[in-house]
């Protein structure tokens, strides 16, 4: 089985830390995302990579990078936190093929709230 | 525009009584449709794709799924639920147009009454 894990499950810091979540995946595969989660309105993907060193913007990257040296690993980083980053944060993971056709793996979620 | 409508934010059913979730969607291209389900405190899972063929799709737990082109549905059945199946629905849609990637409905919450 496919298994995603991600650093952690709940993470509380304060406006203006530079926040890492990590992500990793054990499957070899090529796609790697990070969607963010808030109530009532699904999922918005905020990155995604392709390849290793590779990265896409997904519909709301502002405020949010990312990092992929590994092929296994992705990272994102809140490069200063705001309130408004406060969230669930999930990580994904698909075989090599079209990032909009291949079933998409999920991690357990990361709960980040920021004081 | 490329998008995803669930219609029902909660749906409360009778343990053991069937089940319906709607989903429509607007693609410009040939669809890939999906379902996922997340149990609370969980990521999301995979229960059943679409991307051609049958119309008809059965997915893991039971599940079913309809495609209607003519209604650019894809709405998701079982004919008995379980407790266990309480969770958050998600409709996904995606495919090889120029949105490269795979859009999320909103969700649709499932409590199940004893």
């Known amino acids: 089985d496919v298994k995603v894990t991600q650093s952690s499950r709940y993470l509380v810091k304060r406006t203006g830390e530079k926040v890492f979540l990590e992500c990793v995946q054990d499957m070899d595969h090529e796609n790697m995302f990070w969607y963010r989660q808030d109530p009532g309105l699904g999922l918005r993907l905020i990155y995604f990579?392709?390849?290793?060193?590779?990265?896409e913007k997904g519909d709301i990257p502002e405020g949010y990078s990312v990092s992929r040296e590994k092929k296994e690993r992705f990272s994102l980083i809140l490069e200063s936190a705001s309130t408004n980053q406060t969230s669930m944060y999930l990580c994904a993971s698909s075989f090599f093929g079209g990032v909009s056709t291949d079933t998409q793996y999920f991690g357990p979620g990361t709960r980040l709230t920021v004081l | 525009a490329q998008s995803v409508t669930q219609p029902d934010i909660h749906i409360t059913v009778s343990e053991g009584a069937s089940l319906e979730l709607r989903c429509n969607y607007s693609y410009g291209a040939t669809p890939y449709l999906f379902w996922y389900v997340q149990s609370p405190g969980q990521g999301l899972q995979l229960l059943l794709k679409?991307?051609?063929?049958?119309?008809l799709v059965q997915g893991i737990k039971g599940f079913e799924a309809e495609f209607k082109r003519s209604q650019s549905s894809f709405n998701l059945r079982k004919p008995s639920v379980h407790w266990s199946d309480a969770a958050e629905y998600f409709c996904a849609v995606g495919g090889y147009s120029s949105a490269s990637k795979i859009i999320f409905g909103s969700g649709t919450r499932l409590s199940i009454r004893p």
């Open positions: 990579s392709y390849d290793v060193k590779m990265k």
């Open positions: 679409y991307f051609s063929g049958d119309t």
